[in-house]
Each structure stands twice: as C-alpha cells, then as structure tokens.
C-alpha cells in the first residue's frame, strides 16, 4: 500500500517559474527520498532528507521535511522544460533502503 | 561507476508462462530490492535482498519470488502469469546498510501479459 499522497496530481507552469509539490505520509520515517521519472522509465534520485533534517538544498532543488505534520515540500526553481517528469516522494521507515513506501506522485508539465 | 541494470528492458508472454527478470546492482551494493509500477497501484514494495538473505516481503502471492547470488545480482521470477502482472518492475540497488541510505533504481522491464 502506499504511504500516502503527493499535491497536486498534476502541475503545470510555464519555463522559468517554479514548481512546488507536496508529499504526505503516515508514519514515523527514518528518511524521505526524492525521485523523477520520465515517461515510464526508470526513477532518478533527486536527494535523501534525514527525519532530523528541517531543509536540503541541491541545484535547482529545495526540500523541506515536517516531521510533526508528515509532510515534505520539493521545490523546482526557474524550471525547465527538460524537468516535465513525474515526481514521486518514497519514505523510508525501516532505514537502510530496504523497503521504501512511495507517494501517488506529482505529474509536472514545463511548457516552453 | 557503472548504475543499475536491468534486463531484459522489454517482455511479452502469455498467460500462464512464468519469467525471470535480472538485475544488477551497483558495485560494492550488497542491497537489491524489486518494486512492481501499475497505473491502478502505482509504485509498490516485492522484495529486498540483502547478501543473499530476503530481509522483507511486500504483499504479493507466492508466484512472485526472487533470489540474490554471491555476486549481488538478483532475479525476479513470477510464475503463473496473469493479465494483471503487466507493469513495470523496477530493482533498487542501496549500500542495504546504515539508516539512512539512497537507493538507486535501474530503467526497470517492461513485462506485458497477453
């Protein structure tokens, strides 16, 4: 079953803007891990966020990570059209990656 | 460093049949895990393996099963196909150690049932 959802199901911005989505999950984590994929293929791991970690930063990338309302936020800033993807959260509850629970999983269109 | 690899990418068989799909982790990754993808179900837990061993098990019938070799590589076999076992099947390859680990997922198989 899944952990929980990601808000929206579906986004779309134009180039340049930036693009929010939400995760929420049930449980106590250990970690959240975000991840892209395109088109059905594989997922890209975007960043790991530790359950002590408030905020992460990478690139073009911002988390952030509420353990008191089980909730994260990914934030693309000045998108472009090579980020249009799905994005799906995945929450780590045992530690070490052996059973990640993912998120329904935000479809992002970056129109150019 | 070479990434996850998984093969074959793409699967057509019949009812019935069984399959064993491949998966190589990451070198120096003693963790491999399997994640079916269907548009109904999204992304859902298999399996994990950890040097060998099967640390955790998803819900799924006894049809879906796997293994892990001295080598790290995994297989996935479902036997008995069914029309619902169309999806992709994605494997995870993490260190399978420390709390907080990253897991890094191949392109996955496609697998149709017809």
């Known amino acids: 079953s899944q952990q929980g959802e990601e808000d929206p199901q579906a986004l779309s911005i134009q180039e340049g803007e930036n693009a929010t989505m939400n995760c929420s999950y049930k449980?106590?984590?250990?970690?959240l891990q975000w991840y892209r994929q395109n088109s059905g293929r594989g997922l890209v791991h975007l960043i790991l966020?530790?359950?002590?970690?408030r905020e992460k930063h990478s690139g073009r990338l911002r988390v952030t990570l509420d353990t008191s309302k089980k909730s994260s936020s990914l934030l693309i800033t000045a998108s472009r059209a090579a980020d249009t993807a799905s994005y799906f959260c995945?929450?780590?509850?045992?530690?070490?990656?052996?059973?990640?629970?993912f998120g329904s999983g935000t479809q992002l269109t970056v129109l150019p | 460093k070479a990434g996850v690899t998984q093969t074959p990418r793409y699967l057509i068989k019949t009812r019935g049949q069984q399959v064993t799909l491949s998966c190589s982790p990451i070198s120096g990754h003693r963790s491999v895990s399997w994640y079916q993808q269907t548009p109904g179900q999204g992304l859902q837990f298999l399996f994990e393996y950890f040097s060998e061993t099967q640390r955790n098990k998803g819900n799924f019938p006894g049809r879906f099963s796997g293994r892990q070799f001295s080598n790290s590589r995994s297989e996935m076999n479902v036997s008995t196909l069914e029309l619902g076992d169309s999806a992709l099947y994605l494997c995870?390859?993490?260190?399978?150690?420390?709390?907080?680990?990253?897991?890094?997922f191949g392109q996955g198989t496609r697998l149709t049932v017809v």
């Open positions: 966020i530790r359950s002590n970690e």
């Open positions: 995870a390859s993490s260190m399978g150690t420390g709390i907080n680990t990253e897991a890094f």
């Open positions: 449980t106590s984590i250990n970690n």
């Open positions: 995945a929450t780590d509850e045992a530690g070490s990656a052996r059973q990640l629970t």
